[in-house]
Nanobody
């Protein structure tokens, strides 16, 4: 059974940092492009960052460019999202998802596997 499990969310003050992790079970994440999405209350789910399979090229939404960094840890079968300089508008539930297609377009229907989400709250 394939599972993606996110961890690392929490409450942080503006300007702070969090590191999210997406762990794969029953699936080798290296074989998939992995994306992080987020969904704030009342808003649509949006793509935040993704890392391709093979060359591990990365992409970021303009709203997080320069603040977030996505990376793989193949030994642990995880994909991590380091989030720095967090802002209140980063508050959302964050999901990781896996696709054997391109991830840069963040087409939700193209992603085969999803995690359950982890809450990130940025507030003073």
């Amino acid at each position: 059974q394939v599972q993606l499990v996110e961890s690392g969310g929490g409450l942080v003050r503006p300007g702070g940092s969090l590191r999210l992790s997406c762990a794969g079970s029953g699936v080798t994440l290296d074989y998939y492009a992995i994306a992080w999405f987020r969904q704030a209350p009342g808003k649509e789910r949006e793509g935040v960052s993704c890392i391709s399979s093979g060359y591990d090229s990365t992409s970021y939404a303009d709203s997080v460019k320069g603040r977030f960094t996505i990376s793989r840890d193949s030994a642990k079968n995880t994909v991590n999202l380091q989030m720095n300089s967090l802002k209140p508008e980063d508050t959302a539930v964050y999901y990781c998802a896996a696709t054997d297609y391109y991830c840069e377009d963040y087409i939700i229907s193209a992603f085969d596997y999803w995690g359950q989400g982890t809450q990130v709250t940025v507030s003073s």
